[in-house]
């Protein structure tokens, strides 16, 4: 049943008449909406409906994303020139309970975030300017919550980018074989399999304390980066993950979806490939605003990230593909499959192009 946009609205202390809510937007997990209000000279809304199978426990995750934006808020506040508002995410608070959610009459939670007007979102980058522009926003934001006060933000997946906890579950989902699937994607199995002990290297560091725990957004994928209509980016959204993790899961995460010259899901894997200027943009941009918080290690294993974080979503969309397609938002039957094998050839264009990929990081961290 479509849910009531008009009635849950109404639930939260937003200024505007509710005029018309319509689904907005690209993202796999939660259901948004963009709120159109009646006034002109009021705020629009994003509105979303919380997918609690992926996040167990909402009122935590809510809690972090709390403390992170009243963080970034005021921080932006403090810099000359900028605008809080249109950089950063702003939560409306519940009417009545001033918390940051609400529930409705199935239990589902919701919660609001004034919408940011006019802005550009990329699924594909195809200038070094946005790459760089990219890079910048999203070492700023690391920047920024470096000295977030208070206790460490809640896990709200735990073990989200541990690589040996996902090959646990990958490993289990093989053996149960749920929907018969596993005879079929061998070949990719094996590509997986093989690449194993090289991909829990940066867990191994950690470990032996050579690069610490930040507090890493850990969705840096670039369509979560928000543009003004001059291509600046003003900020990156999509803060449920904020949560402990090593530099290398933003910086990995956000090459491997800026550098593919094909989208995530793409029918043509010829089209799939890295596009070492966008690499070397990102890295300039966001080595600007975090280079000189990072340590010797962490810089030196950056280019070790794209390949991880490339390796871990292939490890998941395979995962889920076995699985029964659980997880993931699919549009047809071998959606998740089709992403596997963008994620595989992406990861064999990386592994070609490495010697590259540590020169450029060496260049500019010299
Ligand atoms: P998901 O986890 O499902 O990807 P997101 O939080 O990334 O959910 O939101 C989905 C989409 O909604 C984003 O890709 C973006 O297009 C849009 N969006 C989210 N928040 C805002 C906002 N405050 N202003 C404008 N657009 C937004
Ligand atoms: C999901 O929420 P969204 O669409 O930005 C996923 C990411 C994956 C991405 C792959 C919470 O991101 O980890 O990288 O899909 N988010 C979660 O497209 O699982
Ligand atoms: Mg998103």
């Not at 609001?112 to 990329?122: A, E, K, L, P, Q």
Request: glycine fraction near 6%.
């Amino acid at each position: 049943m479509e849910p009531d946009l008009k009635k849950i609205f109404s639930c939260f202390d937003a200024k505007g008449t509710f005029l018309e809510g319509k689904s907005f937007g690209p993202g796999h997990i939660h259901d948004t909406y963009r709120i159109t209000t009646a006034e002109k000279d009021c705020d629009d809304y994003i509105l979303q409906r919380l997918n609690s199978n992926v996040f167990k426990d909402i009122p935590k995750l809510q809690e972090n994303m709390e403390r992170v934006t009243v963080h970034l808020w005021k921080k932006i506040s403090e810099t000359a020139g900028s605008d809080p508002k249109r950089e950063c995410l702003t939560l409306i608070p519940a009417a009545g309970s001033g918390r940051s959610f609400i529930t409705d009459n199935e239990g589902r939670y919701w919660r609001m975030f004034i919408f940011i007007r006019d802005h550009r979102s990329y699924e594909r980058v195809d200038s070094q300017h946005k790459a760089f522009e990219g890079g910048r926003i999203t070492g700023r934001f690391q920047a920024m919550l470096a000295d977030l006060p208070g206790p460490p933000l809640h896990e709200t997946i735990p073990d989200f980018h541990n690589i040996a906890r996902r090959l646990d579950t990958f490993h289990q989902v093989i053996r149960r074989d749920p929907a018969g699937r596993a005879e079929s994607v061998r070949s990719e199995i094996a590509e997986i399999t093989s690449r194993e002990e090289e991909m829990k290297t940066i867990l191994r560091l950690g470990a032996r304390g050579l690069i610490p725990l930040r507090i890493t957004h850990n969705d840096t994928k670039f369509n979560n980066i928000l543009f003004d209509q001059n291509d600046r980016a003003l900020l990156i959204i999509d803060l449920d993950t904020v949560m402990p993790g090593y530099v290398h899961y933003d910086f990995g995460d956000a090459i491997r979806t800026a550098t593919n010259r094909a989208e995530e899901d793409s029918a043509d894997l010829s089209a799939v490939s890295m596009d070492i200027d966008i690499y070397r943009a990102y890295a300039e941009g966001f080595m600007s605003e975090a280079g000189n918080t990072l340590n010797k290690t962490e810089t030196e294993y950056l280019p070790l990230a794209p390949k991880l974080l490339t390796y871990i979503m292939a490890t998941r969309f395979l995962t889920d593909f076995i699985d029964g397609d659980n997880y993931y938002r699919t549009r047809y039957p071998l959606h998740n499959l089709q992403r596997v094998r963008v994620q595989l050839t992406l990861l064999r264009d990386m592994e070609a192009q490495y010697d590259n990929m540590v020169q450029i990081i060496k260049n500019i961290a010299k």
